[in-house]
C-alpha cells in the first residue's frame, strides 16, 4: 500500500488530489490538468490509469488515507442510478451515502460525482454538460460538493444539435452518444479529449475539462484558506 504524508504545503509542492473509483482516469486527468498530483483508486485494476494507481476498496482507502490529501473527488459506481441497468434487472451497490459519510470524515474539501438518476439522493448538485467546455457532446455529469468547497453552477445553453441514435455511428452535423456498446472509439476519443481510454472506459468517464473546471475552483478555495490560516 502506497505510504502518505500530512497535507502541510510545501513550496514547490502540486497539491494531493484524491481520485476514488478512478476507473481509467478521466476525472484525475482533468485534476492534473489544474495543478494537482493525483493518486486513484480502484477496486478493479486500471492498466490505462495515467497516474499513481492503488487497488483497493476507495471507501476502505478514504477512511484510512483521506485526511492526508488535499482534495478528494469520488465517483461512486453509476449503475444503481442508470435506467438500462434497471431495464435489464441488474442489482449494483448503492454506495452515495457511505461514500459522503467517508468523505466528510476527512475534514478535507471534496467533491461526489454521479449521473442524472442519483440526483435525488446528492445534495444541491451542480450539473456539469460538455458543450459548457466547448465539446461537441451532451455528457451531464451532476457534482455534489463539501468540506467548505463550493461549485458556482455555470450557465447551461440549450441542446440545438441533433443526437445520434444510441449505439449507432455518428452522421455529420449530429453528436454522438458514446454509452453502452457504441460504435466510433476513435471519434469518442476526439470529442471527450480522452486518447488513452478504450470503450469501456469512455462510456462511463468524466471528460477530463469537468475537473479542470472543478481543479481550478478547488486550488482558488485551498490557496483562500491558506491565506486565512495565515492571517
Known sequence: MTQHTDNRRVPGRRPRLLDLFCCQGGAGKGYADAGFDVTGVDKDPQPRYPFRFVQGDAIAFVREHGAKFDFIHASPPCQ????????????????????????????????????????PKLRAPVMLCATMFGLE?????????????????????????PQAKMGRPVPPGHYGQFVGNFSGVPLAREVLQVPWMNRD??????????????????????????????A
Open 137 to 161: 457532446n451532451y455528457r451531464h455529469r451532476f457534482f455534489e460538493t463539501g468540506g467548505g468547497f463550493t461549485l458556482p453552477q455555470p450557465g447551461h445553453a440549450a441542446h440545438t444539435v
Open 201 to 230: 472506459g469512455i462510456r462511463e468517464c468524466i471528460p477530463p475539462a469537468y475537473t479542470q473546471h472543478i481543479g481550478r475552483a478547488a486550488l482558488a478555495t485551498l490557496a483562500a484558506v491558506r491565506l486565512e490560516v495565515a
Open 80 to 119: 444503481h442510478d442508470t435506467e438500462c441497468q434497471r431495464i435489464q434487472g441488474n442489482t449494483h451497490p448503492d454506495l452515495i451515502a457511505p461514500t459522503r459519510t467517508a468523505l466528510e470524515a476527512t475534514g478535507r474539501p471534496w467533491g461526489m460525482e454521479n449521473v442524472r438518476g442519483a440526483v
